[in-house]
């Protein structure tokens, strides 16, 4: 998830579009789609799969992708392409002095939320449904 952030950056930067802050809606994207595969496969590898052990590696994945990108911006935009930085300080005024960490905080925390939100979307889709006819005939119902 991290490398694939990585290269959708990349991408947008060399066709021009990396100061379009609107486009960090895709960083979103791709994370839910990585996180999306990582719960597949942990729901795979598990006998049992329980919902707790889905959403925390969910998040994790999340929270790591989160990390290796937040450290490839900080290289990029204050050691390789300071022109970049500087268009992104002039769309921030409200930040005031020390705009570079409040641009780095950014990143890591959009993308720790993702990382939090996407488990929560995700995960209903391999949640075992308890309204099925074997689940109701045990239970017996109270009209039978």
Same mark, same amino acid.
């Given at each position: 998830m991290g490398?694939? =952030?990585?290269?959708?950056? =990349?991408?947008i930067n060399t066709l021009g579009f990396a100061a379009?802050?609107?486009?960090?809606?895709?960083n979103a994207v791709i994370v839910g789609i990585g996180i999306f595969f990582v719960i597949r496969d942990t729901h795979k590898n &598990?006998?049992?799969?329980k919902y707790f052990e889905g959403f925390v590696s969910g998040i994790k994945s999340g929270f790591v992708a989160t990390l290796i990108f937040t450290v490839f911006m900080?290289?990029?935009?204050?050691?390789?392409? =300071? *022109?970049? $930085?500087q268009e992104l300080k &002039?769309?921030?005024?409200? $930040?005031? *002095?020390?705009?570079?960490?409040?641009?780095?905080l950014f990143i890591l925390l959009s993308g720790f939320a993702t990382s939090i939100v996407m488990p929560?979307?995700?995960l209903p889709i391999y949640q075992k449904s308890w309204n099925t006819k074997k689940t109701r005939r045990q239970q017996k119902p109270l009209n039978q």
């Open positions: 490398l694939a =952030l990585i290269v959708y950056f =990349l991408i379009q802050s609107y486009l960090s809606f895709f &598990k006998e049992e799969f900080a290289i990029y935009l204050f050691e390789i392409d =300071l *022109e970049l $930085a &002039k769309q921030i005024t409200t $930040a005031g *002095e020390g705009i570079e960490f409040a641009l780095l929560f979307l995700i």
